[in-house]
């Protein structure tokens, strides 16, 4: 008896284990990025704890929802800069698009900076922000997706999401590459919808 309650309790470790495996360990790269974005350290900004689903992230790298990659005619500008391939990018959706287990950040995953961690999304969330933080000088959140490996793991793809209180702000999809020990940004691309 006490093998199957061992058994079944390491079953639910296992599946989470393999679920998170296609994530990176650590989210330095995101930091990184954030480096780049001047957010002044000493101000506390509003962190949506709860990461951006893939799916944003996907949508934007291949212009369109689905995995049939869009090129409008009327403008045929790779805004991949040539790092969109097919087999890879198909494989990357097989690998993500399923992927709706819910995550959260933790405070220690951006030990430089001072973020305020809510949770919630969209419009509740918006209007919670505002009657919560009304007056505070705060007025913007970030939105954050899961970094996801690209193109046999030579790049990282993640969404990035600069909100204001008045629905205004920029969606992007930010591509890394980690070149001698360091990680890179490589292409930033904005929403073709919003931005």
């Known amino acids: 008896m006490k093998h199957i309650k061992k058994v079944v309790l390491s079953i639910p470790f296992f599946i989470l284990s393999c679920n998170s495996s296609k994530y990176l ?42 995995t049939e990659h869009y090129v409008d005619s009327t403008d045929p500008t790779d805004y991949t800069d040539g790092l969109y391939v097919e087999k890879h990018w198909k494989k990357l959706y097989k690998e993500y698009v399923n992927d709706t287990l819910k995550r959260h950040w933790k405070k220690e995953d951006f030990p430089n900076y001072n973020f305020i961690l809510e949770r919630g999304t969209g419009l509740i969330l918006t209007r919670n922000l505002i009657d919560k933080y009304a007056g505070s000088g705060i007025y913007e959140r970030f939105i954050i997706s899961e970094p996801m490996y690209y193109f046999n793991k030579k790049y990282i793809l993640f969404s990035y999401s600069k909100k204001y209180f008045d629905s205004s702000g920029s969606i992007n999809l930010v591509i890394m590459k980690r070149e001698k020990d360091q990680w890179k940004v490589v292409r930033v691309m904005g929403d073709y919808i919003y931005n």
């Open 25 to 66: 360990a650590s989210y330095e790269p995101i930091n990184v990025f954030l480096e780049t974005q001047k957010i002044d350290k000493n101000k506390k900004h509003i962190l949506q704890s709860d990461k951006e689903e893939n799916f944003q992230a996907l949508r934007i790298f291949n212009r369109g929802e689905g």
